[in-house]
């Protein structure tokens, strides 16, 4: 066994001096061999870090909405699109924050924190002298709306409880806004215009990004719940914002706040609820198969370079065994087995795929860092998991497309090849 | 009387072309001893390159008996034959079959590779081989810088390399001129001297009269066996 073992040893030694050889000795015809798989690893990595960036972007996206916050609407996000079935539910009110808090805090075990009420809408209007914004995202709600809400502010601060109570008229603004309607200046404590009505901007919140690509954080007016009701009016889109005690439980809380809004709402056991509560999850469902059909016929697609890659090798080591008949009859002669034979062209067609697979990523890694240059924004990940998975790939590639020829190599009768010419 | 080292009985290689049997082996019975020196003549398409493929274990016959060093060589398979040449049999042929990218210590060592030698040891034998066929002044030089005699010669020592039963030698000088033949010749007659067992296949009859038995081939069959 270990006089085998030395065997081997030796034998592959020898191979991979051969394989050596051989790549050297035919460096242009090496070179475009491998080209084949250098362009589809690259394209398979790039459609890797694709992928995986799009996977952040939505990551990034959905902390946004904060995973440790759900949502009470008259529609589920689950099911966008199927308005209809949400067309004759009443609204909901704003009190209904109130009334969840008072029943939580009575009760210890709970496993929702704290509701606050949200009142908004995507049509309002926000201008400052003669600079217009218009779509803005104008939102009502009480003093409690941060610990709900991801990010932080610029400058300034957010409205105090008294503000909130006063339905006084102030506003924190997003960045967008602060941008929009003051560049070059300091927004704080000037006077915006909501539909005839000043609002004084007491904050700024720093620059989020966009949900998605869809909708902006950045968009957004925050107002006392009583003032955003002075300007707009009462009937508009309501949502109660549940932050919830621990994120892993967000089914049991989810659970929790169902029995709590039928309670509230006096709803008789067996029937439907006529409101939806979301999370962020919704989306993820909703999402994901659309992300895994990308990827998947992505993957197909640039697999399919990689396939023609890998025929050019199968070709080019066909060739090899042709050309090295001889050689190979007199290794035979002179005691190699059938295995040495194989694995002598495997190792070669392997080394040529690594190779390829090797400058493949660096010139990935290169255009990953040039699209991080050029666009700061686009995120990019460019993960240890790809770089292993493409250099598995090339090596699998090696072994597919070098079997055939190896085999062949390997059953050729030492007699006959000894006298090829 | 040395012990047999081949022994051959009834033994057919038929090739199947076409529709047609090519009997290029037929019936061949007959027996090498250790120490041997045999020529094995004959004209083309005598059979002489088919006897030569099976006594290197290249090829196996149809049917029939042959027996190296007391193993039944017809019944195994590929492996096992290879693993055969790699110990018992040390191959000449007339083209040389060197590889020219390889100087004379590597090609030399390439027979001690498949027999799972360590390095430093087929190194060192290498070397003597070669120094013992004279050629301890070209350890280092490729094929291409030596002459066809000097080149014929590191085939040998890599037939030799790894101490054969039989040495066996397809037209060792039908490449190369006469005066270098007959030094070729001359090698083998020492190896001979040597103790070794050496058959050999030419057309030449003066290259024939070195050894001390010729074999003369004629359809498959064996027209004459002498002794000398």
């Not at chain 1, 805090?105 to 908004?120: F, G, T």
């Not at chain 1, 927004?187 to 949900?211: A, C, E, M, S, Y």
């Not at chain 1, 994120?247 to 039928?262: I, S, Y």
């Not at chain 2, 290197?56 to 040449?85: H, K, Q």
Request: charged share 25%.
């Amino acid at each position: 066994m270990k006089a085998n073992l030395k065997l081997f040893r030796y034998e592959t030694e020898e191979n991979l001096k051969i394989a050596i050889f051989q790549i050297r000795s035919n460096k242009i015809r090496s070179f475009l061999t491998a080209l084949g798989v250098i362009i589809g690893i690259v394209s398979i990595t790039m459609m890797g870090t694709a992928i995986n960036s799009i996977d952040l972007g939505f990551e990034k996206s959905l902390s946004m909405l904060g995973y440790d916050v759900i949502y009470v609407q008259k529609t589920s996000w689950a099911t966008m699109g199927e308005w209809w079935r949400y067309r004759n539910r009443p609204d909901l009110k704003t009190g209904y924050a109130e009334q969840i808090n008072r029943i939580i805090a009575d009760n210890p075990d709970s496993e929702l924190e704290i509701a606050v009420p949200q009142i908004s809408t995507y049509q309002a209007m926000a201008s400052y002298r003669d600079r217009v914004l218009e779509q803005v995202f104008s939102l009502g709600t009480n003093e409690d709306y941060l610990q709900t809400a991801s990010g932080d502010l610029a400058a300034g601060r957010f409205f105090t409880p008294g503000e909130a109570a006063g339905s006084d008229m102030v506003c924190v603004v997003g960045d967008d806004i602060a941008s929009g309607l003051f560049p070059g200046e300091n927004p704080l404590d000037k006077k915006i215009t909501l539909k005839n009505r000043k609002f004084r901007i007491v904050g700024v919140f720093r620059k989020q990004g966009k949900f998605l690509g869809l909708f902006s954080f950045d968009n957004q007016i925050i107002m006392p719940l009583g003032a955003f009701e002075k300007v707009y009016g009462k009937n508009m889109f309501i949502t109660i914002r549940v932050k919830i005690k621990n994120e892993k439980h967000v089914t049991e809380a989810k659970e929790e706040l169902l029995g709590l809004m039928r309670r509230i709402r006096r709803i008789p056991p067996g029937k439907e609820e006529n409101f939806s509560i979301n999370e962020q999850r919704a989306f993820k469902s909703q999402l994901d198969p659309i992300k895994n059909g990308i990827a998947a016929a992505g993957i197909f697609i640039t697999g399919m370079s990689l396939f023609v890659g890998a025929i050019g090798i199968m070709n080019i080591t066909f060739v090899s065994v042709k050309e090295r008949t001889r050689e190979i009859g007199l290794r035979k002669a002179l005691g190699a087995k059938r295995r040495t034979i194989l694995l002598q062209f495997l190792i070669e067609s392997v080394m040529i795929c690594l190779i390829g697979g090797i400058v493949g990523l660096v010139t990935a890694l290169l255009i990953t860092i040039l699209i991080e240059k050029v666009m700061p924004d686009f995120p990019v990940r460019f993960s240890f998991g790809l770089v292993l998975a493409s250099l598995a790939v090339s090596v699998l590639t090696g072994v597919v497309s070098g079997l055939a020829p190896a085999v062949n190599a390997s059953k050729l009768d030492p007699a006959d090849s000894l006298r090829y010419e | 009387m040395n012990p047999v080292i081949i022994n051959m009985e009834s033994l057919c290689r038929h090739y199947e072309m076409g529709e047609q049997t090519v009997r290029a082996l037929d019936n061949i019975t007959i027996e090498f001893l250790r120490n041997d020196y045999a020529a094995i003549m004959g004209p083309s398409g005598s059979g002489k390159s088919t006897l030569m493929n099976i006594i290197g274990c290249l090829d196996t016959p149809t049917s029939g008996i042959y027996e190296l060093n007391g193993r039944n060589v017809a019944e195994m398979d590929d492996d096992e034959l290879a693993t055969v040449r790699n110990r018992e049999i040390g191959f000449v042929f007339q083209t040389f079959n060197l590889l020219s990218r390889l100087n004379c210590l590597k090609n030399v060592e390439l027979p001690l590779i498949y027999a799972g030698v360590p390095p430093e040891e087929r190194h060192e034998r290498a070397e003597n081989v070669l120094r013992s066929v004279g050629l301890g002044e070209r350890l280092t030089h490729k094929p291409s810088e030596l002459s066809g005699g000097q080149i014929q010669r590191v085939a040998i020592a890599r037939a030799l390399v790894n101490k054969p039963s039989i040495i066996l030698a397809d037209e060792p000088t039908g490449n190369l001129d006469t005066a270098t033949s007959h030094e070729i010749m001359e090698m083998f007659g020492t190896l001979s001297e040597a103790g070794n067992t050496i058959i050999l296949i030419t057309h030449e009859e003066d290259i024939a009269r070195f050894t001390r038995r010729i074999i003369r081939l004629r359809d498959g069959r064996i027209e004459s066996d002498e002794g000398r």
